[in-house]
């Protein structure tokens, strides 16, 4: 996704996933993910603004659960996984952006 806290963002992208959640896991999805460039305090604070549940426990990673119990959050601060899968754009002039995904 282009931003946490961009307005498409937040009032369609990440909300359609987390409504749509049981239908996507439905079709044999293992797990959903939203990856933006961002770090992973503004994500985490982007998924709490927009009321996902956070997951508390979790037997895969007891000591450090630090997701949401649906839709998950990736951050990609410096960008190196979307630039390495091709999917970085510039949007310097539009919106001052900068690099994202």
């Not at 997701?67 to 091709?86: E, S, Y």
């Amino acid at each position: 996704l282009p931003g946490a806290f961009t307005p498409t963002c937040s009032s369609t992208h990440l909300p359609g996933y987390e409504k749509a959640y049981e239908e996507i896991k439905s079709l044999d999805i293992d797990d959903i993910y939203c990856l933006s460039v961002n770090d992973a305090f503004v994500m985490r604070q982007w998924g709490l603004h927009l009321g996902l549940a956070e997951e508390k426990s979790s037997s895969a990673s007891p000591l450090n659960p630090g997701n949401f119990q649906q839709v998950k959050v990736l951050p990609d601060g410096a960008c190196l996984f979307t630039r390495g899968m091709g999917m970085s754009c510039t949007w310097d002039s539009e919106r001052g952006f900068g690099e994202r995904s």
